[in-house]
């Protein structure tokens, strides 16, 4: 029995472990986009998120890339997340660095859009 309660008290004063998405998002906030991105990444290839979670996930890899410089991994991460759906809501900035990526890529028209 003190086994047991004592085995019970660790998990109990354990620190939570965060998980893989939520130490994504940790580094997105900081702006540690390339970390971001890896994580991410890794979420993505679960395949487990719901559409408005993936989404969001998408918008976070474009954002980072589109931070970092990439504009061609940023432009493919937007249209993908465009495929989960239409942006809403505060996600509707999105359609704006979809549109800069698209031009920064040499797709005038396309940006237009």
């Known amino acids: 029995m003190a086994i047991l309660f004592s085995a019970n008290t660790l ?3 354990a620190p ?3 998980s893989l998405l939520q130490q994504a998002n940790r ?3 900081i702006q540690a986009y390339a970390k971001a991105v890896a994580l991410y990444q890794e979420v993505l290839s679960q395949n487990l998120l ?3 979670q993936r989404q969001q996930v998408l918008l976070n890899v474009a954002s980072s890339y589109f931070s970092l410089g ?4 940023a432009e493919t991460f937007y249209k993908e997340a465009l495929n989960e759906g239409p ?3 505060p996600s509707v900035i999105h359609y704006l660095n979809y549109a800069k990526a698209l031009a920064n890529n040499g797709k005038m028209q396309e940006s237009d859009k």
Do not use: H, I, L
């Open 87 to 89: 942006f809403t809501g």
């Open 27 to 29: 580094q997105f906030d």
């Open 16 to 18: 939570v472990r965060e």
């Open 70 to 73: 990439d504009q061609v991994k």
């Open 11 to 13: 998990a109990q004063n």
């Open 50 to 52: 719901p559409r408005p």
